[in-house]
């Protein structure tokens, strides 16, 4: 039988296996761009000489290379790639040096791999809103563009701080800000600026100033807890941890 089979062929679906373990019949064939009829054949020769195995899983069969097949080499790399996946698909939205920092890896490393995972369209990414750099969210986890917006700007040190002191208190005046946070005026206004702009905080007279309030406070307090922004920046809740306690006594899953 092999004599009939295009090795190129071959290799990719050995390839597609090797980087997607549990990967189903009209999958493969999707990724080799080559029709299922075909890769029937490649995936039953590969199957009787007992490279590959499978198993059925919610009504798909779902193809693996065998254990024994996989060198030490690859199991490092699917290893890596499990540990990307896992990480985007608990915080999505993070960009690439984040996530080289978080899992120790280096920036070319983590870029190749995330590459390897897009082009297996496992995963995709969007531009932040200034356009600057990529910020990574798995295909199957459904996330809402305007959580999308949420995370972007939430992911950032100080409008996390002043939207977790407008959760706590609304209304808070530009010098209430000043008062807790430690920055500059021109920064502070920067991020109110850019916090209005994302429809994340309201602005609104407040006497002879101006009065900052959060404009679904338990939408926004549903997307800090689901995504744990707590866990990446952490060192924003310096001083306010009280604050995060009181943050997690909410429950919107009701």
Request: aromatic share 8%.
């Amino acid at each position: 039988m092999s004599e009939f089979l295009d090795q190129q062929i071959l290799r990719r679906i050995y390839s597609i296996l090797l980087h997607n373990p549990g990967i189903h019949l009209s999958k493969i064939a999707e990724l080799a761009n080559v029709n299922i009829s075909e890769v029937e054949r490649y995936l039953l020769y590969l199957e009787n000489k007992g490279i590959i195995g499978c198993t059925k899983e919610e009504g798909y069969v779902r193809y693996h290379l065998e254990e024994r097949r996989i060198n030490p080499r690859d199991k490092r790399r699917m290893e890596r790639k499990k540990r990307l996946y896992d990480l985007i698909m608990q915080n999505p939205g993070l960009h690439l040096t984040k996530i080289a920092e978080l899992l120790g890896m280096s920036l070319p490393l983590a870029e190749y791999h995330l590459r390897q995972m897009e082009r297996n369209k496992e995963i995709t990414w969007v531009k932040d809103t200034k356009g600057y750099y990529k910020t990574y969210y798995t295909v199957t986890g459904g996330i809402k563009n305007q959580d999308t917006k949420i995370l972007e700007a939430l992911r950032r040190k100080t409008p996390l701080k002043i939207v977790l002191y407008l959760i706590k208190q609304p209304n808070l005046k530009h010098k209430d800000f000043l008062d807790r946070l430690g920055v500059s005026s021109s920064t502070l206004s920067y991020h109110l600026t850019e916090l209005v702009k994302n429809d994340i905080v309201d602005v609104q007279p407040y006497g002879k100033e101006k009065g900052y309030t959060l404009k679904n406070r338990e939408e926004i307090i549903r997307i800090i807890q689901k995504y744990n922004l707590h866990v990446e920046l952490h060192l924003a809740l310096e001083g306010i941890k009280e604050m995060w306690d009181d943050l997690n006594l909410f429950d919107f899953s009701k």
